[in-house]
């Protein structure tokens, strides 16, 4: 099997720069952690450099013509390869309550819903790198008072430091997306517990974003807050307007409120 056809219907693009590759390999620090799950490999340009490295390398990967080439390919990879869907697939099956890091290209059309399933799973994951498409990179990474910064931005950063680390072009992959490419790297706080409720953390920044332009005191209006608390100085802003800590502090003063 000499190589694998790129499947449009799963976003797939492969990276054909050795070099870049290795700089995402590389942007894992290794620590706490003995095991790394590498989502999508493809025919392994990144994979090579990993097994490279003194951790077990792990790849799971919904394309059969994929899982056939990786296990001709890359004998290293022998019972490390998981023939499932990462957004549906129970890592305990493979990882049993260990602690593990995440890596990959990802497929542009399921990126946001693997960083999701991560922060599920964040109590296991110290650490997750790799490729996504360059205006999604960057909305993780982004800071407030921006267009860019929104749900993702404010969700992923409660629980991790985000760093956007540099830009791929196009042109090193086959076929080549029609737009650039960000490398991204988190890495899970020391304490990254919430002193609030976290499905209502959740709520909060969701219902909030949903309606950006507006000012808190409208965009949570579902949430039925009382008159005392919806003259709080903090409703006069808009949601893009509050970091991390201030949504949590928000979430902590609705919570008092009775929600």
Known sequence: MEKVTAKKHLGQHFLKDESIAKDIADTL?????DDVLEIGPGMGVLTK???????????????MESVTYLDQNYPKLK??????????????????????AI????????????????LEYRDQIPEFAGMFQKEVAQRICEKK???????????????????YLFTVDENVFIPPPKVKSGVLRLRRKKDYSLPCGEK??????????QQRRKTLRNSLKTLNLSDSLREDEIFNLRPEQLNVEQFIALTQKIEADGV
């Open 79 to 100: 019972d490390r390869i998981i023939s499932k869907d990462f957004l549906k697939y129970d890592i305990n099956e493979t990882f049993e309550g260990k602690q593990f």
């Open 49 to 63: 450099y990993l097994l490279e490295k003194p951790v077990n390398t792990y790849v799971i990967e919904i394309d």
């Open 200 to 209: 209502l953390f959740f709520t909060v920044v969701k219902t909030a974003f």
């Open 29 to 33: 620090n290794l620590e706490g952690y």
């Open 103 to 118: 890596i990959g290209n990802f497929p542009y059309n399921i990126s946001t819903q693997i960083v999701f399933r991560t």
């Open 145 to 163: 008072g921006t267009k860019a910064y929104g749900i993702l931005s404010v969700l992923v950063q409660a629980f991790y430091d985000a760093e």
